[in-house]
T-cell receptor
Framework: RKEVEQDPGPFNVPEGATVAFNCTYS??????FFWYRQDCRKEPKLLMS???SGNEDGRFTAQLNRASQYISLLIRDSKLSDSATYLC???????????FGAGTRLFVKA | DVKVTQSSRYLVKRTGEKVFLECVQD?????MFWYRQDPGLGLRLIYF???????EKGDIPEGYSVSREKKERFSLILESASTNQTSMYLC???????????FGPGTRLTVT
């Protein structure tokens, strides 16, 4: 079993839709959590960190549930430009260990 | 603007060749990383370095070595390339171990 698991998708949604991704992690010692975005044939880039209290950045909301060991990403009012692969990232061991999920693909269609 | 550069975007090598992948960052970051990315497997850490001349094995170090002689440069070496090392190789750097990682554009290596 992988330490960080994501639904690979793809998620196909119309513009304006709300879409949510979940990511589960198996190591309870995990300390910090992130969502990265990777466009086709490009490098990953940080989308947002995920805090215990949940956090929002414009149309994006991230949540962390330590008890159930999952994090989520909610995208509201989807845009065509949101089409990408979203990578769940977990760090532990004081940041020495970084584990990436395999990613969830999102296609937003007009 | 932060910048991580990698020496090649595409590389084709023969089985058994020694391969050098170079990565340079201009952000004075302490930490540098080498990953490979394969479909369905995501990014897997090969090696990382938290200081000059320091290195730590990641999850899949077998068949690879690294060199960090200067703070800004982190090299990945495939001692004897094999076909199962065909992959996308991504270099990253970060200011702190737990902080945001900035990635280079990647090198797509094909070993024939």
């Amino acid at each position: 079993r992988k330490e960080v698991e994501q639904d690979p998708g793809p998620f196909n949604v119309p513009e304006g839709a709300t879409v949510a991704f979940n990511c589960t992690y198996s190591n309870s010692a995990s300390q910090s959590f992130f969502w990265y975005r990777q466009d086709c044939r490009k490098e990953p880039k940080l989308l947002m960190s995920v805090y215990s209290s949940g956090n929002e950045d414009g149309r994006f909301t991230a949540q962390l549930n330590r008890a159930s060991q999952y994090i989520s990403l909610l995208i509201r009012d989807s845009k065509l430009s949101d089409s990408a692969t979203y990578l769940c990232v977990v760090k532990r061991d004081g940041g020495f260990k970084t584990i990436f999920g395999a990613g969830t693909r999102l296609f937003v269609k007009a | 603007d932060v910048k991580v550069t990698q020496s090649s975007r595409y590389l084709v090598k023969r089985t058994g060749e020694k391969v050098f992948l170079e990565c340079v960052q201009d952000m004075d970051h302490e930490n540098m990383f080498w990953y490979r990315q394969d479909p369905g497997l995501g990014l897997r850490l090969i090696y990382f370095s938290y200081d000059v001349k320091m290195k730590e094995k990641g999850d899949i170090p077998e068949g690879y070595s690294v060199s960090r002689e200067k703070k800004e440069r982190f090299s990945l070496i495939l001692e004897s390339a094999s076909t199962n090392q065909t992959s996308m190789y991504l270099c990253a750097s970060s200011l702190s171990r737990g902080g945001e990682q900035y990635f280079g554009p990647g090198t797509r290596l094909t070993v024939t």
